[in-house]
């Protein structure tokens, strides 16, 4: 059982960067891929990036690319989203997951999930 906890969210003007993080424990977290999702008021959730379990391929929505990078520490069992020239439209909750496997953006294909942390872009 994987437990992950989201923090470094918060309230940030348009232009502006945040770099939220997610701490893992209770598994073998060099084994998991892990994603970053998001979810907008009254909106589905969304696929943002993915990072496979040694780091060595990423995957992002198209609407981030280039804006935000994934990353991830297996020593630190950590994984990072820097988020830079951030818009109104990025406003959501965040959350991190984890699944054993390939990388995929089908949120219904992670495992484990974070609680979620929120991120404001204002104009």
């Known amino acids: 059982q994987v437990q992950l906890v989201e923090s470094g969210g918060g309230l940030v003007q348009a232009g502006g960067s945040l770099t939220p993080s997610c701490a893992a424990s209770?598994?073998?977290?060099?084994?998991?891929?892990m994603g970053w999702f998001r979810q907008a008021p009254g909106k589905g959730r969304q696929f943002v990036a993915s990072?496979?379990?040694?780091?060595?391929?990423?995957n992002y929505a198209d609407s981030v690319k280039g804006r935000f990078t994934i990353s991830r520490d297996n020593a630190k069992n950590t994984v990072t989203l820097q988020m830079n020239s951030l818009e109104p439209e990025d406003t959501a909750v965040y959350y991190c997951?984890?699944?054993?496997?390939?990388?995929?953006?089908?949120?219904?294909?992670?495992?484990?999930w974070g609680q979620g942390t929120q991120v404001t872009v204002s104009s």
């Open positions: 990072i496979t379990w040694g780091g060595s391929r990423t």
């Open positions: 209770g598994g073998s977290f060099s084994s998991y891929v």
């Open positions: 997951a984890a699944r054993r496997g390939g990388l995929t953006n089908m949120p219904t294909l992670y495992e484990y």
